[in-house]
């Protein structure tokens, strides 16, 4: 039985990881904005990809508001955690409190079920570059780098890669660094309304071929933070998912 | 903005932590055997929680084998997967491939849909003890342990408390330590046939008011343990909400 | 009797926390100068709040000078501490040496008792903003961050919040980076008359909302340290709050 | 004003050191027991002295039960609060509900005005034994040992050494191993009613000169823990003291 | 290009993998007495494997004695070096010094040369058992471990698997642990001579399925340790081979 | 025997050490690019010694990519690949596959066969400097530093050192600080086919007695890095040792 | 008799202590030019004090060159070490080998018996400032910054504080920073006749009451480093007590 | 010039290294007994050297008794300091206050101009044993272990090994372990009379070969411990002396 394990776990693996060496999006960082942006560009039949560096999915969400595990979601956004099945109460005029866990299992089934790879404990440590186009990501295993084992990476090659990685905008720290021509001005205190609002007009290209999408949108233009309310998050990820599709189509 | 978020998270929180100060059972590890003892629990009426360490939901499962997230069942246990509504791929005769993720955020999703609160970020520290019954469990941050703050915990009260911790088995430890009365064997080498056969049956009482299941009954037992392939984790989580069902009514 | 214990401590700590979502003050350090700026305030019909990061109350006090836990105060300060009940020895002309326990506790104690909640164990790691003003702080567990948690915060609103944070001054430098518009100096080279002349006149309101006090007044303004001499800072935390007082009524 | 505070903190903290080197009673371990034990031994007139590791008093009363700072207090123990001038509130027939901080500072205030001198940052790392009986504490600064300094320990010869050290009861432990004739227990598991009855009783001298009260009597004699219900700490701090006080006069 | 390197390595590596899912001779450690072993099995038909769980090949042989990178060799067997063309230099009647990196970077080369494929950053953490027989080994990326992820391994069959892991001997504690039906003795003091005449004898299957050679044999048996003299080693590995050549043939 | 061991040891070690105060050429890193260029060094008749800061050789090549250990190598390359007697399978038009561990291993075992002493475990902490010319390197245990020893170092005088230290061309950083007149660009994002055409054409001397090749030189000038194809690399370690050799003759 | 050893330790440390609060010169740190240095003050009737922060005397003198625990003197400063009665055997024309424990144990005992008072275990954390000269040093003890207690220091209040603290040159970087109106320079590669020659003329005052000496004094100005050649080193401690009995007599 | 310091650094210490692979006695630890072992052995005619794990000399010494560095030594022992030369200052009746630092610093210096010559940063990892006698020490870099490098040992050849190693008795607990027939009983608590009447009959021969003192001695028979008084030390020293002189000659 062993045997068919071993053989059964390599062998469906590797066959997802070699249709997936060139795709139409790679997406880094599987939190709630980056789930979103790939289930819309899947259900419009892009094909995408998420990597996250962790063993387990979900960003911060399931830690709620200081451990507390709910999350609080605006009128606006409740279209979409409809379509992702998930149980809402109301708590005051336009706002609805969520359990995190079920939002985020919630939301990553049927991500998943719409067509959606994550790979999990890979990290995205560069990017792709031709000419002056982000072309891929270059991907390594985030266990590796914990354990400081020197070794080299592999590339994935996409036409977009959309940085999801949250308040560090990581994906776009190593533009600014390595290939150049932008500048990360970083998250601003919080002032949840302002942000609220900012998250989705700061949703867009900023480089050719890199989207940012999510609190690293507000992060990458300056834009206040928003604590532990995620209407703005989920309508980000739908917005990346759209700017794709429309340039891509 | 930001009071509603606080008041809300709060509130909405601090409401389902004081409904379950007592409960029918206590569930230790969101694990797969957990989930699904949780679920087949509450589907019959019985009131259960979880508690896991963790921020995220899941155990071992997202990591597949060897990091290739991917994982295998036999046939026996493929009737709770379609209950859980988890794609599946044939490999051999009686043998299927599953998405890690899917399969893992699937059965989260599921299971607090039909009402399992899972409390994240929360050790279960020791038991709670009458005469010579377990009667609840005694609970902390996990955060707070860490840091290594020096802080009292606070009690749960259960019917049964079920240990689902995997391979370390750690309420059996505890309850081997503190209260005496039973012994721990131990994890043995991989012998994967032997170890799916032997789960279901080691899933029993072990100690008034004490179920053990999952990983956490082999080692309980001295039986071998599996790897990546799951089916017994599954049968045996159900088998244990069938032996508390069947006392409890 | 467990079941009382924990739904006695959560209902008491949560009233208490949904009582402070919306306060005049919140004072950040549960040092000498942030305890002695919160008795004044409430003295004095002010509603005020202390949020101290660690599990313990005092600052440095408790170590008097290298482990040595005695400290020294000026004649011009000892009033305060005659007012705090504290014992006192004459050593020099105009100087006086005080156990630092007693005073610590002395002042803790007095603080509590004139009506002032002190929330220990979680950090602030953040200011709240509107326009151009501070108007309450980001708050989350001190452990969770200790045990690298990512976890979102939660805010609470007030009309002043005071950096009580001693030689960091922690709250100004959050304000400097994220807010903008003002400058830390860093504190500068031990000259005790020094840094106690200037420690009162530093204390003052250094952005809109935002007042600073003690040991973060002279750091925030390039003054010198001081050392374990501690008159000048119960009269900077009395004057913080002379300036709230006369500015809130 | 340098060398005024330099020559001041030196001079009387060697004063009460060099004071100090013989005492009637070494408490180890300032937390509410040992702190209500010194207290009532002062006020009887026997000389006390508490030796505490950590920069800060208190043990873990300040984090009440999981972080949230407030504690229960039943009927029989609320006399000896009276004494101190806690506030309470009645929370259940017989149970009151404290604050953690206000108690724990207002406890260490008046032990210390009562006349008991409390020496922290320094580590009790073993016992002076004579044949057959303890006769005081080996100690030496807790920095030291975490810095990996091997520096040799000073001595404090005293008549009776009580262990207050907690659920770990160390001096219990250091005495078991270096010196022999006594069993360290362990602590049991919760069962709060069953550990407050018997933690009066555990109070007691267990090899000549060494009593020990507080959670480290019960767990010296294998007894429950209770979790953060403190009214059998301060009547097991007290009856220590009464133990003594009958001895020596 | 990076598509064809992407495409190329994971091919390459699968195809490697996936044909030694079930091999003759699991070899665990990639130290001189593993890779002599190795070298003389596929020499003589039997198809064997090397797991090593650093990045890097060699054990300890390249830190020479004391960081002086030579080594030491008797007469006996010398004629193993000659057949993998490695350097030497008289030093006495009998003894030789070679160049510690190029003794081991030679043999690792031949060895390869010969056709034993090398698993370097994977880690035995079991092994496999059918009844009473050693059926092969538990692996799984050292790199997960280190950074502490909780994935499940995967296994590998075969017929024997050698201990080759030095001092430790791991892979018979872990059967002493696991399975039970052996004692490990451990390593003695040094005593070259007698360590040296006693690894070849003490070269045997010591359990059903499971040889043990090299320092892990004198570790077994509690013969003595010889330091950086390694004659004893290469005949040992070579005994090895030999014992299974004519057990398999 | 553990006489002659000891003495044969140190013997030896220190005859090489002794002749090799003063050499030609100092190659700082044992990484692919490094050992090229001492081989062809030497078989040109220029005195060339390495020194590694790890116990084991062959920087990060045994890691392949992503943990799986193979490379590739283009066309141009094979010629350097076959004079090292390297096994290959070609993969597509131009590119071959190889053995990762074979590959490093049969470059260093031939490299030392060619004359060049490798010292392992050594660090190059900095340089010597005459006037503007760069004349040697200083030299530590590199385990002195990681135990935090506060040791001196020693100095190797030499015509010309070579920065072989990989992307982060340390001993190019160590001039920039310590020296002046260079400036370190930093390695840029991933583009294989530029970083490979660039790699040979930025491998020069860039400041007197300093030459820096392998991926150093990208990193020194700002070009792409690569990832897992290696032909530039054996290139560059080639074209280092052709510009020493016609400076030197 | 533990008794008499703990009173006579501390009242005869403490004495010393009350003894030095005010002294002439205040040196930092205890290796081989800062123990010159007080030597040769107290011969010529300065009464100076040592504080270093390790536990125990040397610098790196005791490690030699990379850890072979010999140095080498020229014949310039031979004068010095033939004062301290130290042995050494000629090596080349004008250099001599010395054993480097004889010599730091020789030179740290003739000093002491000179008169010189070393405390060590002390950090030097700042500096006290009056007007624009520094007149005195602010201390603490190393193992309560090593385990992170928050304590304040003292002061001890001095003519002269010289920056004998190596490489680091610790002291003038805290006035670069803290009081502004220096620059370090840094130290420079090796260039052992550079840096000896450069070390004596750059041992100066380099602000009021701010004197630097030994590798410190190289450090400040930018001069190279020399390893572990160590005439330089005397021949600068001694000049530095030159520059300070000069102007204070 | 850095090529002298080079050349002379090595040659001398290999040379030193060279005429010490076979001595009369290994003593192993450089703190106080050890030194005064050393010192009377080589007075008399016995070759012996000393290794030191720790880059400087002299144990806990240093450190007096908590950081106060002082140390206590009684009228019997004071002959003793004498030959070394240590001021002293009488306390009470026969007991004598020393400088710590004075104290080590001027055994060390007598010692090695004795002809003692102490390897510093050398580990004694093992012994090396024939038959059933101690027969010398097993060595290494005490930092190639902290730095977690696998690399081999050497050994030294003596007639006599002596554990200096104090309160841990190290060599002790190898030979208990690794060569079987001895049982180290464990130090025991503070009792200075005791401990300093039976630290001299305890130090002997405990096992062929092998010479216990100082601190060691009373750990190796279960003898209580002293704490800052060294008198017994001293005396130990020498007594262990004498019983290898008087033995070998």
Redesign the interface.
């Known amino acids: 039985?062993?045997?068919?394990?071993?053989?059964?776990?390599?062998?469906?693996?590797?066959d997802d990881?070699?249709k997936n060496?060139?795709v139409d999006v790679v997406i880094v960082g599987a939190g709630p904005s980056g789930l979103v942006c790939g289930y819309f560009l899947t259900k419009n039949g892009v094909k995408s990809i998420i990597f996250e560096r962790?063993?387990?999915?979900?960003?911060?969400?399931?830690?709620?508001?200081?451990?507390?595990?709910?999350?609080?979601v605006q009128e606006e956004a409740m279209e979409i955690l409809k379509e992702f099945k998930i149980?809402y109460?109301k708590?005051?005029e336009k706002?609805y409190?969520l359990?995190a866990?079920?939002t985020i299992?919630?939301i990553?089934?049927k991500t998943?079920?719409e067509g959606v790879k994550?790979?999990?404990?890979i990290n995205v440590e560069?990017?792709?570059?031709?000419d002056e186009k982000i072309s891929?990501v270059?991907?390594?295993?985030?266990?590796?780098s914990?354990?400081k084992?020197?070794?080299?990476?592999?590339?994935?090659?996409s036409k977009y890669v959309v940085d999801a990685t949250g308040h560090d905008c990581e994906i776009c720290k190593?533009?600014e660094?390595?290939?150049g021509g932008i500048k990360v001005m970083?998250?601003?205190?919080?002032?949840?309304?302002k942000g609220?609002k900012e998250i989705v007009e700061n949703t867009k290209e900023i480089y050719p071929g890199l989207i940012v999408c999510g609190m690293a949108a507000n992060a990458f233009f300056g834009s206040?933070?928003m604590?532990?309310?995620f209407g703005g998050m989920f309508l980000s990820g739908k917005k990346a998912s759209e700017i794709i599709i429309k340039s891509i189509k």
Chains 1, 2, 3, 4, 5, 6, 7, 8 share one sequence.
């Open positions: 039985m062993e045997k068919i394990i071993t053989e059964g776990i390599i062998k469906s693996y590797m990881l070699l060496i060139e962790n063993l387990k999915i979900g960003g911060g969400m399931p830690g709620g508001g200081m451990m507390f595990n709910k999350i609080v149980r109460k708590f005051k706002y409190i359990d866990i079920e299992s919630g990553t089934y998943i079920r994550i790979f999990n404990l560069d990017v792709v570059i031709r891929g270059v991907i390594n295993w985030t266990s590796a914990i354990a084992f020197h070794v080299d990476p592999l590339s994935i090659i190593i533009v660094k390595k290939v970083g998250e601003k205190s919080m002032w949840a309304e609220e206040p933070r604590g532990a309310i």
